[in-house]
């Protein structure tokens, strides 16, 4: 899935600090010493944001135009800055038939392992497509 950019306001905070707020996300912003560790953690919290949308099944907004962007009185405004991210790959529920002992296997193992069976099936099946795609291509075996 491609990045998408929204933009993101710089500003300087009290005692020097800075910053950094998506007028998109209320409540996706970024703390730092510097403009440049403000900047660099930005990504981040956008995704994280973007997630948090995946998880509550909300659709992503639409960036807001540069021109629309409000900032509050006494912001003290370096920049606005355009951030990207990769949004998440939505999940997709499949049925599938499987022998009862090997979901039970399955299960012991994905719970030593701190994960559930849909997380333990989804790292098995990208494991196994990483491994054989310089075999049969990223998407599997070519067709003649």
């Known amino acids: 899935m491609p990045q ?10 009290d005692k020097g600090a ?7 996300f209320p ?6 010493l510097t403009q440049e560790e403000a900047m660099a953690r930005a990504a981040d919290a956008l995704g994280e944001a973007m997630r948090g949308c995946a998880e509550r099944e909300e659709r992503l907004p639409e960036p807001t135009p540069l ?7 006494g912001c003290d405004v370096i920049g606005i800055v355009a951030v990207g991210a990769t949004p998440p790959d939505p999940s997709e529920r499949v ?3 499987l022998p009862k002992s090997l979901i039970e296997r399955v299960d012991r193992l994905a719970a030593d392992l701190g994960m559930n069976r849909s997380s333990f ?3 098995a099946a ?11 291509g990223t998407f599997g075996p070519v067709r003649k």
């Open 4 to 13: 998408r950019f929204y933009p993101a306001v710089l500003e300087r905070g």
């Open 18 to 24: 800075v910053g950094l707020w998506f007028p998109d």
């Open 27 to 32: 409540g996706c912003v970024v703390a730092a």
């Open 67 to 73: 021109q629309a962007i409000a900032t509050p009185p």
């Open 95 to 97: 049925n599938v038939y």
């Open 121 to 123: 099936f989804g790292m």
């Open 126 to 136: 990208s494991d196994l497509l990483r491994r054989h795609a310089g075999r049969y």
